[in-house]
């Protein structure tokens, strides 16, 4: 017999990672409104206890495309010849995190493909070192690195990094990528980060072709396991110029965003004190994706900072929302969407992950 849903949030809201995959995979695949309404509720009410009626921002500057992964979903991926390739200059990026200072997220993100080479790391060190005075939390998400280079973006000031694990299914993981990406190295790199000191965060895809609801389950364990600080999930979204957007997709894109906030939701119930965005993915699905992250559980968004004459190059999926915003809209535009949900934005504040503190 299946555990009640009283049964398993009594459960959940007892302790952190109190949930067995067999709970976790009931909570995923939750496809009855009235059920989800209450476990998202769940959700949110703890998200208020931990975090408050706040969201913290972090701006995202999209500092290049220019990526030395094949990813079989990613619209960046190396083997896309139908895209111009750039990559922001030094100066670019101070002027975007100057935008993100004056907005008052007081973090940003710098985000790109993955480089590995010693150019690529000075240019990031002295980014960090040339936005030192703005006193942002600044968050990397630039891909597999060795621990070294993780370890001197971190002396050159970065604080936390962002790296997805993507599924942590190794046979799925495997079957998304070519044979030369390691789901190991990912993990490892995991592991590296830990040990220099970041807040570390990772994050999966939902609606993968070929994942199943036990995946996911497995998915938010890993999360525990690993004891991460923050997670960065969304909804896959089939990329026309990619292999993967001509696999059978099982979910039309309302099925994917429902999915997406079943896994916030259930992040939330299984660990508590964590960082969770809603992400851009969310607001791709529909206008209102991600404040509807928000009363699913999560308390971070990712506003995008990186000037509009960028955007329609770092299109990682279709749809991508905001490509003719600059930072100034988003900002006016996000103040009134959390209003209307009863929330606000955390200005000045950089969000640290709260089970980062605890854990330190
Ligand atoms: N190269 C960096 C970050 C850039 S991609 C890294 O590897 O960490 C950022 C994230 O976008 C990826 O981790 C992936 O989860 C997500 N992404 C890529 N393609 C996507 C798609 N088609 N749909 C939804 N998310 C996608």
Redesign the pocket.
């Known amino acids: 017999m299946t555990a009640s849903l009283d049964g398993i949030l009594a459960r959940a809201l007892e302790r952190p990672r109190n949930l067995s995959v067999a709970d976790l995979t009931r909570l995923v695949s939750l496809e009855d409104p009235e059920e989800r309404r209450i476990v998202r509720a769940a959700a949110y009410d703890l998200k208020c206890r931990i975090a408050g009626k706040l969201v913290s921002m972090r701006g995202i500057v999209e500092i290049g495309n220019v990526?030395a992964?094949d990813?079989l979903?990613?619209?960046?991926r190396r083997s896309n010849a139908n895209l111009e390739r750039y990559r922001l200059s030094i100066d670019d990026i101070l002027r975007m995190a100057e935008v993100d200072a004056k907005a008052g997220y007081a973090s940003i993100v710098l985000?790109?493909?993955?480089i590995e080479s010693e150019a690529n790391t000075v240019f990031i060190e002295e980014c960090l070192r040339g936005m030192a005075h703005l006193d942002l939390g600044v968050t990397l998400?630039?891909?597999?690195q060795s621990e070294e280079v993780y370890r001197r973006w971190k002396a050159a000031g970065a604080s936390r990094y962002?790296?997805?694990i993507?599924t942590s299914s190794p046979e799925l993981y495997a079957r998304l990528h070519p044979a030369d990406h390691s789901w190991t190295r990912r993990v490892e790199c995991l592991a590296a980060l830990r040990r220099c000191g970041y807040q570390v965060g990772t994050?999966?895809?939902s609606a993968l072709p070929g994942q199943s609801m036990e995946d996911l389950a497995r998915d938010i364990v890993f999360f525990g396991d690993r004891d991460v600080d923050m997670i960065?999930?969304?909804?896959?979204?089939?990329?026309p110029d990619?292999p993967?957007?001509s696999e059978p997709q099982t979910l039309n894109n309302a099925g994917r965003l429902q999915l997406g906030l079943n896994m916030i939701a259930a992040t939330r119930l299984y660990l508590h004190d964590v960082n969770i965005a809603a992400?851009t993915?969310l607001q791709a699905l529909a206008p209102d994706g991600r404040e509807q992250g928000i009363l699913a559980g999560a308390n971070v968004m990712m506003p995008n900072v990186t000037d509009a004459a960028y955007r329609r190059r770092y299109q990682?999926?279709?749809g991508k929302p905001c490509l003719d915003e600059n930072a100034q809209q988003c900002r006016g535009c996000l103040e009134r969407r959390l209003a209307a949900i009863g929330e606000r934005v955390n200005y000045g504040a950089r969000g640290d992950s709260l089970h980062f503190k605890a854990r330190t």
């Not at 985000?111 to 993955?114: N, T, V, Y």
């Not at 960065?232 to 990329?239: A, C, D, Q, W």
């Open positions: 990526c992964k990813c979903y990613c619209g960046i985000q790109g493909g993955e998400s630039l891909g597999e962002l790296l997805r993507e994050g999966v895809m960065g999930m969304g909804p896959y979204i089939p990329h990619t993967l957007a992400t993915a990682l999926y279709a």
